[in-house]
């Protein structure tokens, strides 16, 4: 990764923020917190909300580079990279490719699957299609979910057969499909990653009995632990970290989650290629623990725009 000394040198740089997905709220906090950082360094960032916004804008020659910081649906699938792409404009984060993958969770775990990396047993859920055949299948308890969403939105366990349907209602209030997966009973990790670094993991310890929107939002009682486990362990929890992302293609910067059954078998539950950047997101207290403040995080991810400049990230 190249690095930046001159704030002058990344030129204007557009963060975009906001959009319309459903995790619109999260990705305007998470906006405002690097726009603020940026500016604090000296960059000449300046908020836009929404891809149409940020187009207009870039075709119009306003902007030398663009920190994306939208969450979900445009941010995150790919039409935002490859717009950007075709306009010959950097941007942090995934590529086209790695940023399709991974916000899809079925084709993500369909990738995962074909290299022997483990994941949860699953059963992809088409509009209409049998929840209690997939349960079947699975066996309880298990977990109904959007396979585009990401931040828990329309997240539901299931512990008896009669709440399948509602969970599946929940689910289905977005957009995709869904699926239907093995829920690990065991802790929850994520393990950040910036460019050729991996950075030490995290354990959430949730007050409640999960990790959900609320914890991770809102909450001020959840406790993170980093790095989340020692030696051996944290060594293998972070290279099969590197080895998922790699494996979807994704490039720059991104989060992968993990659970950790009780016999410490580790299963990978996906990768966020615009991970959140609020008071109460996991990537900066990860790069806190090496010693990286907020600021210098938001430089560091807007450095890797700099590999799209020289072929460097797909």
């Given amino acids: 990764m190249q690095r930046i000394t001159n704030a002058r040198d990344f030129g204007r740089v557009a963060v975009v923020m906001g959009g319309s997905s459903a995790e619109r709220e999260v990705s305007l906090m998470s ?10 360094r000296g960059v000449d960032a300046h908020a836009i909300d929404g891809i149409p916004a940020l187009l207009d804008a870039v075709r119009a020659g306003h902007f030398a580079r663009v920190f994306n910081i939208l969450h979900g649906a445009g ?7 490859g717009a950007l792409q075709s306009l010959g404009v950097p941007y942090t984060g995934s590529g086209v490719l790695g940023s399709a993958l991974s916000l899809d969770k079925i084709r993500s775990k369909w990738v995962w699957g074909s290299l022997g990396l483990p994941s949860p047993k699953f059963v992809p859920l088409p509009r209409g299609g049998d929840v209690h055949a997939a349960k079947r299948e699975i066996g309880l308890p298990l977990i109904v979910k959007p396979a ?3 931040s828990s939105v329309g997240v539901s366990r299931v512990f ?22 093995q ?22 310890v949730p007050k409640s009995a999960y990790y ?4 991770k939002y809102i909450a001020e009682d959840t406790q993170y632990i980093c790095p989340g486990l020692q030696g051996d362990a944290e060594n293998e929890l972070r290279a099969l970290a590197r080895r998922a992302f790699d494996a979807l293609g994704c490039s720059g910067w991104g989060r992968v989650d993990v659970m950790r059954g009780r016999d410490g078998r580790n299963w990978l539950l996906e990768v966020n290629t615009a ?17 990286m403040d907020y600021a210098e995080l938001c430089w560091r991810v807007l450095e890797t725009s700099f590999d799209r400049e020289t072929g460097g990230a797909a």
């Fill in 31 to 40: 906006g405002r917190g690097v726009l603020d950082a940026l500016k604090s």
């Fill in 75 to 81: 941010g995150e699938n790919g039409e935002l990279q």
């Fill in 148 to 150: 585009w969403e990401g």
């Fill in 160 to 181: 008896e057969e009669k709440d399948l349907d509602d969970a599946v209602a929940l689910a289905q209030r977005y957009p995709g499909p869904m699926l239907v997966e």
């Fill in 183 to 204: 829920m690990i009973v065991g802790d929850e990790f994520t393990v950040s990653v910036l460019a050729d670094d991996v950075l030490p993991s995290i354990k959430i």
């Fill in 212 to 215: 959900d929107y609320n914890a």
């Fill in 275 to 291: 991970p959140g950047m609020t008071t109460h997101s996991l990537v900066p207290k990860a790069a806190a623990a090496k010693g």
